[in-house]
């Protein structure tokens, strides 16, 4: 009898406990609901006087609610963004957008992303942060803002893109945020290709330099569509693009790297693609028929080259990056341990008011010979820790990283967009790799289970799945 009486008790007590915890949620979303609305009628009200400032409520008001929603909302949504390299902020500053939207992100994916990180990202965030203190040195010896920061830029750049990335991948948003990215470069793409028919079409051969929405050089378009080409032909199978998505996409790209005339961006494609094509392991199939591309691209590259030194013009773009070369060394011969300052082309501080179009010329006159060895130890590094995952991951990781590496051989390098996203994505790539490792291993039933599969043992490798 005492014991029935214990059992309900026990239950009311239960019911109780149910009914308030209900009672707490239905108030605490009336609440919110009510909150919302004020803030919804005070953003209405404010629309005909402070247009500008609503807007920006409002939009502000979107993304907290999709953060409460899901806490990586902020950082999926920031992906298309990342391709908007429209300059703001004045001349000591002079960031993109895509880099105010990174900084978001970031904060974003640091306070609230999956944690804990796993080893590979570790790897990524101590090598990002051996070029932070390595480059620390130029910032001490040669006191400027533009250096401070472009110091807190180039960290934003690689190590804040890598947990932005991570965040993504690793709260199974992979999908989602890497399509929201290549839809804008897809626009962007068009965009390009369409500017490029128009000049045809009035027999204009010149490279594009696309105008719409607003003016953009070749290089830069170049560059960005060559990160994405890359990622839509290497297809991994947890992106889930089908072969009727990427094919056109892959070719809309190249298209329109082919109306830019980007050589850096033609030679990265092309060596990247070959990696990819060639490895094994992915648990994909890739078409070789896009390697038999790879042979007049390079000759065209190396034509363009060759014509232009033999051309005996002392302006044109060769002559001018062997110019620039050999200025690049001069400065650098100021202070050969620590540089003469990131950004000291903006600085005034050198005769010479030109960014190297070398990726390692660039840290050398910029941050020294210490600058250089952590800049090295940064990329190479990078590329090994990515090599080493499981390549259904990992080549897509490396693919950008190289690439990006690639294109900074003969253009510039720490340029926001060019350098964040191949970081961001390798980051997704690192991020989904930990998320599929956490997932409990599914009993082979043989049903059809969400997602293609990925091989990882060579037995695997040797018989890749199409995706």
């Known amino acids: 009898m005492s014991h029935s009486t214990g059992t309900g008790t026990r239950t009311w007590h239960a019911s109780v406990l149910t009914r308030a915890t209900v009672g707490r949620r239905w108030f605490s979303a009336a609440f919110g609901a009510v909150a919302v609305l004020a803030l919804l009628a005070a953003i209405g009200v404010a629309v005909p006087d402070y247009g500008v400032y609503a807007l920006a409520a409002a939009v502000a008001l979107l993304i907290t609610g999709a953060t409460v929603y899901n806490p990586a909302a902020i950082p999926v949504l920031a992906m298309p963004a990342l391709v908007v390299v429209q300059r703001v902020g004045g001349a000591s500053t002079n960031l993109s957008f895509s880099d105010f939207a990174l900084f978001g992100a970031f904060w974003a994916a640091l306070l609230l992303g999956p944690r804990p990180w796993s080893r590979p990202m570790r790897s990524l965030l101590w090598l990002s942060a051996f070029y932070q203190v390595a480059t620390l040195f130029t910032v001490i010896a040669n006191p400027y803002r533009a250096n401070t920061v472009e110091w807190f830029h180039a960290w934003l750049s690689v190590g804040g893109a890598l947990v932005v990335g991570w965040a993504v991948g690793r709260s199974g948003h992979a999908r989602l945020g890497v399509g929201l990215y290549l839809g804008a470069c897809g626009i962007l793409a068009a965009a390009t290709c369409v500017q490029g028919l128009t000049q045809l079409a009035q027999g204009n051969t010149a490279a594009v330099f696309l105008s719409w929405p607003y003016g953009m050089h070749k290089n830069f378009v170049g560059d960005v569509l060559g990160i994405a080409a890359l990622v839509v032909y290497a297809r991994p199978p947890w992106l889930g693009l089908s072969r009727k998505v990427a094919y056109p996409a892959f070719w809309l790209f190249v298209l329109a790297i082919a109306a830019t005339q980007s050589r850096q961006a033609i030679v990265g494609l092309g060596l990247l693609v070959l990696v990819v094509a060639l490895r094994r392991g992915q648990g994909v199939r890739h078409t070789k028929l896009v390697l038999l591309a790879i042979i007049p691209a390079g000759f065209f590259v190396v034509q363009v080259l060759v014509d232009q030194l033999s051309s005996g013009n002392q302006f044109n773009s060769a002559y001018q990056r062997i110019s620039w070369y050999q200025d690049a060394l001069v400065v650098w011969n100021l202070n050969q341990w620590f540089g003469a300052g990131l950004r000291w082309w903006y600085s005034g501080r050198t005769p010479y008011s030109f960014q190297p179009p070398n990726a390692e010329l660039e840290v050398l006159s910029s941050a020294g010979t210490v600058g250089l060895v952590g800049f090295l130890v940064l990329m190479l590094g990078a590329l090994v820790v990515v090599w080493r995952i499981s390549p259904a991951y ?58 293609p599969p990925v091989a990882t043992d060579e037995r695997a490798s040797a018989s890749p799945v199409a995706a």
Not at 401 to 424: E, H, K, M, N, Y
Request: aromatic share 6%; hydrophobic share 50%.
């Open 394 to 451: 990992g080549t897509l990781a490396f693919a950008v990283i190289a690439s990006r590496l690639v294109q900074g051989q003969l253009d510039l390098f720490w340029v926001s967009v060019q350098t964040s996203v191949p970081f961001v994505i390798a980051g997704v790539c690192v991020g989904a790799l930990a998320r599929h490792e956490a997932a409990p291993p599914q009993p082979d039933d043989g049903a059809e289970r969400e997602g």
